[in-house]
């Protein structure tokens, strides 16, 4: 038996998340979802508390993610040992944010940064660094109740974890029980070659996974594999979070300052129903 949690994350509504934006709890709620991913950085300022007693009240499991303003300088992967230290109180910081909203996980490209890619060969040390940083901030984070949640991401954002494969390896050079990955299966298209041998390899350490089609477009009709995927997530994560991500891009919509300059998302409402019901019925296929 499975017990998935589906969910969706913010900017399928919005960009900046507010104290004016809190009624989009109850309209995540009424779609049917599970849980909802909401985005952190230095240009997001708003009460955590309301945010925090509302989702209890209607049993809806919040994550955070660092898709808002985060500062380049800010990087755990640096060869500088000032940026490190940046980086690390910045993520500290995200993390306690997240404890005062209730939310039970991280998630994201914590081990570097989303547009920093060096050209060459990744280096041993580089990756060292990366996993002992990331074992002090799965401490904090654990010590404070939130799971530390590493998200692979396509060649053209980072140049340090691409795929399943790495993300394990590099949590067994980190070696904390509270470090988990999550998968995005837009990233994947890019950097897979089998999304149920990948989704198999993350095995116990899958939290769950970012449910994209390759062009951030509704799930379905793309050139996800999404049978593969769930006969895979049957196995290797039965209780996985399968949160809808892509960005809005209705008539007051962001998507194109995200790199979205098609128009997958003008109505968000619609894309998580007709999400949500193909991923059900994938989920009861297999």
């Known amino acids: 038996m499975t017990s998935y949690k589906y969910g969706a994350h913010q900017f399928l509504w919005v960009e900046y998340w ?13 779609l049917g979802l599970d849980c909802f991913e909401i985005s952190l950085g230095d240009d997001i300022f708003f009460n955590p508390v309301p945010v925090c007693k509302r989702a209890r009240e209607i049993g809806l499991e919040l994550s955070v993610g660092p898709g808002n303003l985060w500062p380049m300088e800010c990087d755990i992967s640096h060869q500088s040992l000032d940026n490190q230290r940046l980086g690390m109180a910045w993520h500290r ?6 404890a005062e909203l209730g939310a039970v996980a991280y998630c994201g490209a914590t081990y570097g940064h989303p547009g920093h890619v060096l050209r060459q060969p990744k280096q041993i040390t580089e990756l060292v ?6 074992h002090q901030l799965a401490d904090y984070s654990q010590k404070l109740g939130v799971e530390l949640v590493l998200e692979p991401m396509s060649r053209f954002r980072t140049h340090l974890l691409h795929t399943a494969q790495q993300a394990v390896d590099l949590i067994v050079m980190a070696d904390h029980p509270n470090l988990l990955i999550n998968l995005d299966t837009y990233h994947m298209i890019t950097e897979e070659r089998d999304y149920g041998k990948a989704i198999e390899t993350a095995g116990n350490k899958l939290r769950g996974i970012h449910a994209c089609e390759n062009d951030r477009g509704v799930p379905g009709g793309g050139l996800v594999p999404w049978h593969e995927v769930f006969s895979s997530l049957l196995l290797a994560c039965p209780n996985a979070r399968i949160l809808m991500e892509t960005y809005n891009t209705g008539n007051n919509g962001f998507g194109y300052k995200r790199g979205i300059f098609k128009d997958v998302c003008p109505d968000t409402k619609d ?12 989920a009861e296929a297999v």
């Open 93 to 98: 910081r995200i993390i306690e944010q997240a």
């Open 271 to 282: 894309f998580v129903r007709k999400g949500l019901s193909f991923l059900k019925e994938c």
């Open 129 to 134: 660094r990366v996993a002992e940083n990331l």
């Open 18 to 30: 507010t104290d004016k934006t809190l009624p989009v709890l109850d309209e995540v709620h009424d």
